[in-house]
């Protein structure tokens, strides 16, 4: 028990050490968000690195700087496509 309780402790760790050292994400990052509004659609997409799967919140948090005031409007039909974000209700 001792054992897989270390190693449990030690992979967090490391995992928290890999995370601090990454500069993906919202902010000053050297990363460029583009919007494309297409019949009350919004399409955010991220370059030079394209979305992927799992950046669906840093996608609505660009969603939302892009929309100013009254942000996007997210909902569940919101969909990953091809590296890009799609939020089929565009901005609210």
């Known amino acids: 028990?001792?054992?897989a309780l270390s190693l449990t402790l030690?992979?967090?760790a490391l995992a928290a050490c890999a995370s601090g050292t990454e500069s993906v994400g919202f902010g000053p990052a050297p990363t460029t968000y583009r919007f494309t509004e297409i019949e009350?659609?919004?399409v955010v997409t991220r370059v030079p690195n394209a979305f992927g799967y799992a950046d669906g919140a840093e996608a609505k948090r660009a969603a939302?700087?892009?929309c100013r005031g009254a942000g996007v409007a997210s909902g569940p039909d919101d969909n990953f496509q091809g590296g890009a974000w799609v939020f089929l209700r565009g901005c609210a």
């Open 1 to 3: 028990m001792r054992r």
């Open 10 to 12: 030690g992979t967090l």
């Open 40 to 42: 009350g659609t919004l």
């Open 64 to 66: 939302n700087d892009y």
